[in-house]
C-alpha cells in the first residue's frame, strides 16, 4: 500500500488539492481493478496512461492500493474560509484535523510543526504532499523531511525575487527541501535550475488550480450569485485586496479606497473582504469612507466568486491565485504590486502587473473600461489534467524508491 498525506491549510489550497484527491482516487480503483485481473503484482511496461492522459508510463510493479489522507492544519478555519470550499470542491472531510488557527508567522509555522509531526509519527506516510506557498506549505513540509519522508510541492518554482512576501520564503525554502517539484509555468524550471535544484526532481506538469476551475465551469455557470448582487454581466468590478503591503497600513488602505471610490463613480464594484482587510478598515475608523456604490461582502465561496470573476469586466486584485484563474477565463486582471511570482499571466495572459502606485492604478483602470484590453491566451497546460499527471508522476517515482 502507498500511503499520501496532502496537506491544506488556508483558502488558497482546498482548489488545488480537490483535483489531486480525485486523480488519486481514479488511480486506485484502475490499480485495484488490474490487480484483481491479474494477481497482486502488476505488469505494465509500456502501457498506455491509466488515467486517459498522454503520458507514456511504464510502470512495472504498483501498489495493490493507495490510500490519500487529506490533513487540514487549520491555519484558515472561517466558515467562508474553510468548510464551504470542502463542500463546493467534494472534498472529504479532512482525515486529520491540526486546529493551529490564527497568530504571529513563527506562532503558527511552530505550531502547525509541533502538531504534524504527531500525525507523520503515526500514519508513517510515504509521501507529503503539499501546495502553494502559505505557512502550513513550508511547516509541513520541514517537519516531514526531517522524518526522512519524502515531500512532493504542487506550484513549486514560483518566485517574485521580494523577500518581503512571507509566500516567497515559504517558496524558496519549500522547494530547497522537496523531492518532488511540480511546476505551473515555465519560469519555474528556470528559478529551480537557477537555485541548484537538479533537473530530476522537476515536472512541468500545468496548474491543479485551473483543474478544479475547468471541472467546476458547469456548476460555476449555474451560480446566482449575479441576480444576488444585482450584477450586469460585464458591467462591474471586482475587487479582491488582502496582502500585507496594501492593507496592513493605513496610508495604503486610505489610498486604496480613495481609488475604488472614483472607480465606483464609473463601475458598480463588488469587493468581498478577506478577514484581515476588514479588521483593518475597522481598526484604521475607515468604514464610512466606502461609497455606496461599492458592495462590501464577505469572503465568498468558491463556485460563486470564480462566477463574478468570469462575469467582470475588470478584476483588481493583490492575490496570486486570481491572476492565474482571470488569465485563464480571459479577464482584465490589474494587479495592485510591485512583482508577479506567476509572470506568464502578464506575458502570456491578460494580467496588468501595476504596482502600487494607486494613481496610476487608477488611470489604467479607467482605461481597460474605456476599451484598452489585452488580449490574452491560455498558458501551455493548463488543461485540466495536472493533477491527473501528479499522480502518475507520482506512482512511478516512488516505485523505485520502495518495494510495494
Ligand atoms: C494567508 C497566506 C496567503 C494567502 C492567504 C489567502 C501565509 C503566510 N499567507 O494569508 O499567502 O494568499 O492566506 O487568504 O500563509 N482570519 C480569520 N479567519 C480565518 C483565517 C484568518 O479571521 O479563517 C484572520 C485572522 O485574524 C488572521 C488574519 O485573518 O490573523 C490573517 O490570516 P493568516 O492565515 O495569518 O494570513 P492571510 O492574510 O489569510
Given at each position: 500500500m502507498l500511503k499520501i498525506i496532502s496537506v491544506v491549510g488556508a483558502r488558497p489550497n482546498f482548489m488545488k488539492v480537490a483535483p489531486l484527491h480525485k486523480?488519486?482516487?481514479?488511480?486506485?480503483?484502475?490499480?485495484?481493478?488490474?490487480?484483481?485481473?491479474?494477481?497482486?503484482?502488476?505488469?505494465?511496461?509500456?502501457?498506455?496512461?491509466?488515467?486517459?492522459?498522454?503520458k507514456n508510463s511504464s510502470i512495472n510493479h504498483q501498489p495493490s492500493t493507495i490510500t490519500h489522507l487529506?490533513?487540514?492544519?487549520?491555519?484558515?478555519?472561517?466558515?467562508?474560509?474553510?468548510?464551504?470550499?470542502?463542500?463546493?470542491?467534494?472534498?472529504?472531510e479532512p482525515d486529520f484535523y491540526l486546529g493551529v488557527g490564527s497568530g504571529s508567522h513563527a506562532e503558527q509555522t511552530a505550531r502547525v510543526m509541533i502538531e504534524f509531526e504527531k500525525i507523520l509519527l503515526s500514519e508513517k506516510p510515504d509521501l507529503v504532499i503539499v501546495v502553494g506557498d502559505v505557512n502550513s506549505t513550508i511547516a509541513c513540509s520541514l517537519a516531514a523531511v526531517k522524518l526522512h519522508i519524502k515531500v512532493a510541492h504542487v506550484e513549486a518554482g514560483l518566485r517574485s525575487f521580494d523577500k518581503e512576501m512571507p509566500e516567497e520564503i515559504n517558496r524558496v525554502l519549500t522547494d530547497t527541501i522537496s523531492d518532488f517539484l511540480f511546476i505551473t509555468e515555465k519560469s519555474g524550471i528556470e528559478n529551480l535550475k537557477k537555485s541548484g535544484v537538479s533537473d530530476d526532481k522537476v515536472f512541468f506538469v500545468g496548474n491543479c488550480m485551473i483543474d478544479s476551475l475547468i471541472h467546476y465551469l458547469p456548476k460555476i455557470n449555474k451560480s446566482k450569485i449575479l441576480e444576488t448582487y444585482c450584477l450586469q454581466p460585464t458591467a462591474y468590478i471586482l475587487v479582491t485586496l488582502h496582502r500585507p503591503s496594501n492593507v496592513d497600513e493605513e496610508k495604503s488602505l486610505r489610498e486604496v479606497i480613495e481609488m475604488l471610490n472614483h472607480l465606483s463613480?464609473?463601475?458598480?464594484?463588488?469587493?468581498?473582504?478577506?478577514?484581515?482587510?476588514?479588521?483593518?478598515?475597522?481598526?484604521?475608523?475607515?468604514?464610512?469612507?466606502?461609497n455606496d456604490n461599492i458592495i462590501l461582502t464577505g469572503p465568498i465561496g468558491y463556485l460563486d466568486f470564480i462566477s463574478l470573476v468570469k462575469n467582470c469586466e475588470l478584476v483588481i486584485t493583490d492575490s496570486g491565485g486570481i491572476q492565474e484563474e482571470s488569465t485563464y477565463l480571459g479577464v482584465q486582471c490589474l494587479t495592485l504590486r510591485e512583482n508577479t511570482e506567476r509572470p506568464v499571466t502578464v506575458e502570456v495572459g491578460t494580467n496588468h502587473l501595476i504596482g502600487t502606485d494607486f494613481k496610476k492604478a487608477e488611470v489604467a483602470a479607467l482605461e481597460i473600461l474605456s476599451g484598452k484590453k489585452k488580449i490574452g491566451k491560455v498558458p501551455e497546460l493548463w488543461d485540466g489534467k495536472a493533477a491527473e499527471r501528479i499522480a502518475e508522476i507520482l506512482l512511478e517515482e516512488l516505485r523505485d524508491c520502495k518495494k510495494y
Open positions: 486523480a488519486f482516487e481514479k488511480l486506485s480503483l484502475i490499480i485495484g481493478q488490474l490487480a484483481e485481473e491479474s494477481g497482486k503484482w502488476i505488469s505494465a511496461e509500456g502501457g498506455e496512461s491509466k488515467m486517459g492522459g498522454e487529506i490533513c487540514h492544519t487549520g491555519q484558515h478555519y472561517d466558515e467562508k474560509m474553510s468548510k464551504v470550499f470542502f463542500d463546493e470542491l467534494e472534498l472529504p463613480e464609473k463601475r458598480k464594484i463588488v469587493f468581498p473582504i478577506h478577514p484581515r482587510t476588514r479588521a483593518n478598515i475597522k481598526a484604521f475608523g475607515l468604514e464610512s469612507m466606502l
